[in-house]
């Protein structure tokens, strides 16, 4: 069976390029031309938003290296351990909401000191696949689509965020029992 997958995966993209190809064709539609001015479209799209993207890294690379993020961990030790929460994830919860390519660091230093099957390690992994790069996101695709009113996108991605993290608490804690 993970053969048969592994074969399928090898032959996807190719498959997926030939008939986008062949569509185009039978469609008289000039195919290299339109691929061409979607990559130059393309290309605009990350001029454009390169700048928030170095500042969001630069920013998340100041903290870290700061101590910043360790200071914030031992500050609200207290009530995010009542929570049952681990204290030493308080800094990858928020950097996740930042960047996900700093977080993943911040990862292999977690399960560097506390091992991928300890508890604070599976936290953690539920935890990266139950939350998003809130800021990257919206900075990312609301300044690639000129949304300049977000409404409620905010609260929402923060309450979901918060129910991503109260999730893997829950479910990391069920797989340590049983």
Same mark, same amino acid.
């Given at each position: 069976? *993970? ?6 995966? /090898? ?6 390029? &030939? ?37 969001? @890294?630069? *920013? ?10 360790? &200071? ?40 560097? /000191? ?20 809130? &800021? ?8 690639? *689509? ?28 069920? @797989?340590?029992?049983?």
């Amino acid at each position: 069976m *993970a053969s048969v997958l592994s074969n399928i995966s /090898n032959i996807i993209i190719p498959v997926l390029v &030939f008939y986008i190809v062949a569509y185009g064709a039978l469609n008289k539609t000039n195919v290299y031309e339109e691929f061409v001015k979607g990559a130059k479209d393309g290309l605009k799209t990350v001029v454009g938003i390169m700048p928030t993207l170095v500042a969001l @890294m630069t *920013a998340v690379g100041v903290l870290r290296a700061s101590g910043f993020l360790d &200071f914030l961990g031992n500050l609200v030790r207290p009530l995010s351990e009542r929570a049952g929460f681990p204290a030493e994830l308080v800094p990858l919860a928020f950097i996740k909401m930042f960047s996900s390519s700093a977080a993943t660091g911040l990862v292999l230093d977690i399960f560097k /000191n506390y091992g991928t099957d300890s508890m604070i390690g599976l936290i953690t992994s539920i935890m990266m696949s139950c939350t998003e790069t809130i &800021f990257y996101t919206m900075s990312v695709y609301f300044l690639a *689509a000129k949304v300049t009113k977000t409404r409620y996108t905010l609260t929402g991605a923060l309450l979901s965020t918060f129910a991503g993290i109260v999730a893997s608490v829950v479910l990391a804690g069920r @797989m340590m029992q049983g």
